[in-house]
């Protein structure tokens, strides 16, 4: 029982280090975009060359990248960030397979915990761009979206790029989801599926040009 006590509370502390870590070291990064999806792309496929593009489109802007570290389309972004003065960041997990952290991190984080981990994509993001993926990748997109629909986080653009891939899911949660009244129309509205890098580039930097013309609006009243 006391051994069992003292993992826990060894558990517990090294939750804690990884949260106030990450938190730290992202303190200053301000507005960035979090990019999900497959660790199985090559270099040579369609996914990964647009979530390059992605990343160079958002870096050229002053718009930082975080992804999940890995190879795939997570690398593709930071790479196409890397390439310009912006922040490419990482966030990295320890795994049993899949898992290592490709060399295009300004800031490269390691996790132990899922959780800590998605919080910290959460909190500094001001939208999400989510590629074709497999379980993780959905697992992240559904947190998103939960939390916007719960009102956890301000609203900001989740956005599925390649109409092709994700077309049968959108059909299905309108076909069944909303159809049996689990969604209303505008949480499936949500989301917005585009074809390519620079549709997706086009809503986050519309929607962090918004967001600035507020802020200086609300300033000039006070």
């Known amino acids: 029982m006391l051994e069992t006590k003292v993992q826990e509370a060894w558990r517990m502390l090294r ?3 990884e949260l106030v870590d990450g938190t730290d070291k992202l303190l200053k990064l301000g507005a960035a975009v979090t990019v999900f999806g497959g660790a199985r792309f090559t270099v040579d496929s369609h ?7 992605l990343g160079r489109l958002l870096g050229e ?17 930071n790479r196409g960030c890397f390439a310009t003065p912006t922040v490419s960041v990482g966030l990295n997990i320890y795994l049993p397979f899949e898992q290592t952290p490709n060399p295009y991190q300004d800031i490269a984080l390691e996790f132990r915990y899922f ?9 500094h993001a001001v939208g999400f761009v989510i590629f074709p993926g497999g ?15 719960t009102r956890k986080v301000a609203a900001f653009p989740i956005i599925l790029v390649g109409v092709e891939y994700w077309q049968g899911l959108i ?7 909303l159809a049996e009244g ?8 949500l989301i917005e599926v585009v074809e390519d890098a620079n549709a997706a580039a086009r ?7 918004k967001g600035k013309s507020a802020l200086a609006a609300q300033s000039d009243k006070n």
Request: proline residues 3%.
């Open 15 to 17: 939750i804690q280090s």
């Open 47 to 53: 996914f990964y060359l647009q979530a390059e593009l």
């Open 61 to 77: 802007e002053g718009v930082p990248v975080i992804t999940g570290g890995e190879p795939g389309i997570m690398e593709a972004a």
């Open 115 to 123: 959780f800590v981990r998605k919080y910290l994509f959460v909190k």
């Open 135 to 149: 379980f993780g990748t959905l697992d992240e997109m559904f947190e998103a979206l939960t939390l916007v629909q």
């Open 171 to 177: 059909d299905w949660m309108r076909d069944r989801m």
């Open 182 to 189: 689990c969604l209303t129309e505008a949480e499936l509205n």
């Open 203 to 209: 809503i986050i930097l519309r929607h962090i040009r």
